[in-house]
């Protein structure tokens, strides 16, 4: 159910963007050495643009991650309160 503060109150998965941008930089440094290697200036630039996209991105996590709770709350900061089909949001 939609209640329309989702912006407001949306999580991300911080720490699984982390380890994806990780898994993305290994692709994009093997991409452009391969692509250097054989000859294909083209593709090693498009490695190395994507390199730079997959850091910026990582960098990004990594500040949200060092704010503490209010980006990524820890297990003990319970989820928010579902929308029960009211109105105002309260159950009748």
Known sequence: MRTGSEPATARSALRLRFWLSAWGMVWAVFGT?????????????????LFLVVAVDMSMVLRH???GPHWQPGRDVPPYEPDHGGRDGKDR
């Open 65 to 67: 991650l060092r704010q």
């Open 33 to 49: 050495v391969v692509f250097v290697l054989v000859g294909r200036p083209g593709w090693a630039v498009a490695c190395g643009v």
